[in-house]
């Protein structure tokens, strides 16, 4: 999963990937930033967090996207 951390801009100032249990880690992180997970084909929960430096725990709930459903 990767995990990308966005400025008060909304500019992708940093990211990281989480190891295969879903773990991640990111230091030298200062000031307030918004915090998204995204793996292509799986949707998280929450969407996005805001957390102020690097001491804040966040956790995302991610589950297999589901597609649309076939017209028969």
Known sequence: MLILFANDKGE???TTRSGSDGAF???GLKGTYLVVAF????SFTP???????????????GSPSVGPSPDY
Request: glycine content about 12%; hydrophobic content about 30%.
């Open 12 to 14: 992708i100032v940093a």
């Open 47 to 61: 969407g996005e967090r805001t957390v102020n430096g690097e001491d804040a725990e966040v956790y995302f709930y």
């Open 39 to 42: 793996k292509e084909g799986w």
């Open 25 to 27: 880690e990111k230091s």
